[in-house]
């Protein structure tokens, strides 16, 4: 129910921005790179169920902007990652913890997002065509956990809810139209996942919920179009 609230809310500003007056610019634009995760995505701890233990992933985004003027943009984005997760190391953490030898087969990280916010463009020098453009933003965030199964078991848990992020960059015109951008932002979530741990062969199956704190250091390249 929660994201479906907030997927509304996204429809109607993105609907809004596009109907908005057409002697502002509009682009529109994609942009890829790699995913760093941070905090509990990538802890090597055996607390709060295991949920970390997360690689480098990817990260990729499709946003709509719209300029307010020359210094200032309304920016929507609908953005994806992916994390698989570090079999090995969570292996290694459960005989540390127990003495047990593990064996576990395990799944990725999947997350959604749908923010907006605000983008800024200043020139580094009077006559420069290179833009310094930093961006402040604030959505939903859905996280798809994954699971593992092997010497113990832990069911996959999802969960939605607030993110926001904080990112600098970089833009060069190559046309009139089409523009370079290069961008470097930290997102932050703390999603709360209930899941389905069990111990196989020591004690019955049990439901827990874990309270994360993520983070994502994204770096990321890509082109944008102007509309009007």
């Known amino acids: 129910m929660l994201s479906k609230s907030y997927l509304c809310l996204f429809f109607a500003f993105f609907s809004f921005i596009t109907q908005a007056q057409e002697q502002s610019s509009s682009y529109f ?11 509990d995505l990538a802890g090597k701890e055996l607390n709060n169920g295991a949920f970390g233990f997360a690689r480098t992933g990817f990260s990729g ?3 709509f902007g719209y300029k307010i003027n020359e210094k200032l943009a309304i920016l929507a984005r609908a953005g994806y990652s992916q994390y698989a997760t570090n079999t ?13 030898i593990y064996f576990l087969t395990t799944g990725t990280y999947t997350m959604t997002s ?3 916010g605000l983008k800024g463009s200043f020139q580094f020098k009077p006559e420069g065509r290179l833009l ?12 798809d956990a994954p699971g593992y199964t092997g010497t113990e ?25 089409l523009i370079f951008i290069f961008n470097v ?3 932050g979530a703390s999603p709360s996942l209930t899941y389905t741990f069990d111990p196989i062969g ?10 994360l704190s993520y983070g994502m250091l994204n770096t990321t390249v890509g082109v944008a179009l102007s509309l009007f």
């Open 29 to 39: 634009g994609l942009e890829v790179g790699p995913s760093f995760p941070l905090g």
């Open 185 to 187: 932002e930290y997102m």
């Open 114 to 116: 749908f923010m907006a």
């Open 202 to 211: 020591i004690a019955p199956p049990e439901q827990r919920t874990a309270d």
């Open 61 to 63: 985004s499709a946003f």
């Open 153 to 177: 078991a832990r069911g996959g848990a999802t969960s939605s809810g607030f993110a926001y992020g904080v990112g600098a960059g970089l833009d060069y015109p190559l046309t009139e139209r």
């Open 132 to 143: 310094f453009t930093p961006r402040l933003m604030v959505g939903v965030l859905n996280v």
């Open 88 to 100: 090995e190391e969570l292996e290694i953490a459960f005989q540390r913890a127990t003495s047990r």
